[in-house]
């Protein structure tokens, strides 16, 4: 079984979850990425969406999600913030600008070494 079938499974169990909770069908997904992974792997997962049978809206980096998530009540001018993102095995950080719910990512960077475990293994 591939990759994009195994993703689709989960995303299908997800829908099937998050539906059943809702009491309503589920159509629409945004789904969150890793911010390293590349247009191949970004694609796949849009893919494993559709196999889901989900229309995926976008597909977004997790820094920039935790930010929307952060940011949508913040409507008094323009906030520069940065978000690490440790899990997964990754170590990303993100700069965004928010100004008036417009949100601006400035840069992303990180270590495909650090994070997850590593985090883990430091800071307990």
Do not use: C, W
């Not at 909770?21 to 796949?44: E, H, M, P, W």
């Not at 950080?93 to 590593?118: K, P, Q, R, Y």
């Amino acid at each position: 079984m591939g990759k994009v079938i195994i993703s689709a499974m989960i995303l299908t169990k997800m829908k099937e979850t998050i539906g059943a909770y809702l009491g309503k069908k589920i159509n629409d997904a945004v789904i969150t990425v890793s911010a390293y992974f590349n247009d191949a792997q970004r694609q796949a997962t849009k893919d494993a969406g559709v196999i889901a049978g989900l229309n995926v809206a976008k597909i977004i980096n997790e820094p920039t999600a935790a930010t929307i998530a952060y940011g949508l009540d913040k409507k008094d001018g323009e906030k520069n913030i940065i978000v690490f993102d440790l899990g997964g095995g990754t170590f990303d950080v993100s700069i965004l600008t928010i100004d008036n719910s417009v949100f601006e990512v400035l840069a992303i960077n990180g270590d495909t070494h650090l994070g997850g475990i590593f985090t883990s293994h430091t800071t307990h």
